[in-house]
């Protein structure tokens, strides 16, 4: 059983071009399906409707995951089956008739100009090279609102200080988009790429933007525990993450009276009605309501 799910990754990855993150997620999805299997079945084709509704219960029932995260593992199952019927290694589907659960989407939240401020602010009480890439990275995120994979997929040739523009490029369909960079953030990411980064840079044919201490380019994992350090120091909000600052930058841009079109351009969401959310999130934090899905 195991073989299947592994030629199914290779298929999503090869085939599909899911992305890495994608990747992950399905394969740790799979696996914690199978080994819910053991000791109930011996091959694929004895899995019935049944039994995955009893494991999806069984997730519910220990309240462990987030609604997101149910449907993104029964999504897992689904397409994995799907797979395995179209490449006739099964006769019938078991998630054919099988709803996805219902999602509970919270809306974004985000932080009030005082704390963004204190938290950009930060790293310049520190005189060392990585405090210089700690508020540069900070004042771009804040800057473009840029996911965390984004920012450290950037490369330093997507950066143009001339004309004020970052170059972003999706991972997972490498569509590209051309961001203004707001002058505050200007200042901070040329001292990084004139001092901290060339103190960083261990081999000069590294093209990553922002750096980690061996040289290489800084991880989402990376990413996360700078910016968690930086909300312990100032003492904001505990649940501060790199998307908090992306809330927060479309936030402020449509409390300052932006247009939703040309906040959905910068964000590069597909559809207006994911930058509508917005329009109902607080800069203190808090929202007027939530939004069921």
Same mark, same amino acid.
């Given at each position: ?17 899911? &992305? ?7 394969? +740790? ?5 199978? $080994? ?18 009893? @494991?999806?219960? &069984?997730? /519910?029932?220990?309240?462990? @995951? ?29 998630? $054919?008739?099988?709803? &996805?659960? /219902?999602?509970?989407?919270?809306? !974004?939240?985000?932080? %009030? ?9 930060? !790293?310049?009480?520190?005189? %060392? ?6 508020? #540069? ?17 950037? +490369? ?28 505050? #953030? ?5 001292? @990084? ?10 081999? *000069?044919?590294?093209? *990553? ?32 993450? !790199? ?6 930058? #479309? ?5 300052? /009276? $932006? ?18 959310? @917005?329009?109902?999130? &607080? ?5 007027? /309501?939530?939004?069921?899905?």
């Amino acid at each position: 059983m195991r073989d299947q799910i592994e030629r199914f990754l290779k298929y999503i990855t090869v085939e599909r071009k899911y &992305s890495d993150n994608t990747l992950i997620a399905y394969g +740790n999805d799979l696996s914690q399906f199978l $080994a819910f299997l053991q000791g109930h079945v011996a091959g694929w084709d004895a899995v019935d409707r049944d039994l995955i509704l009893g @494991y999806i219960m &069984s997730m /519910k029932s220990k309240q462990e @995951y987030a609604s997101a995260t149910v449907a993104r593992k029964v999504a897992a199952i689904k397409s994995f089956f799907h797979w395995m019927v179209e490449g006739k290694q099964l006769e019938d589907d078991p998630t $054919a008739t099988l709803d &996805s659960p /219902k999602v509970r989407k919270r809306p !974004p939240k985000a932080i %009030s100009p005082e704390d963004i401020e204190q938290l950009l602010s930060e !790293p310049a009480r520190e005189k %060392s090279t990585k405090a210089l890439r700690d508020r #540069a990275l900070l004042e771009l995120l804040y800057a473009t609102g840029l996911r965390a994979t984004e920012l450290v997929s950037l +490369n330093v040739d997507d950066i143009n200080l001339a004309s004020a523009t970052v170059r972003v490029t999706r991972p997972r369909d490498q569509r590209q988009r051309i961001i203004p960079i707001h002058e505050r #953030a200007l200042e901070p990411v040329q001292e @990084y790429l004139e001092r901290g980064r060339i103190e960083l840079l261990h081999d *000069a044919g590294e093209p *990553a933007l922002f750096l980690n201490h061996r040289g290489e380019r800084l991880t989402r994992q990376g990413l996360w525990l700078i910016v968690k350090h930086y909300v312990r120091e100032v003492g904001i909000l505990p649940n501060v993450t !790199p998307h908090t600052l992306r809330h927060t930058f #479309a936030a402020h841009l449509l409390d300052n /009276k $932006a247009g939703l079109e040309y906040v959905q351009q910068i964000l590069g969401h597909t559809n207006i009605s994911t930058t509508q959310v @917005y329009t109902q999130v &607080s800069t203190s934090g808090t929202t007027d /309501k939530d939004i069921s899905a």
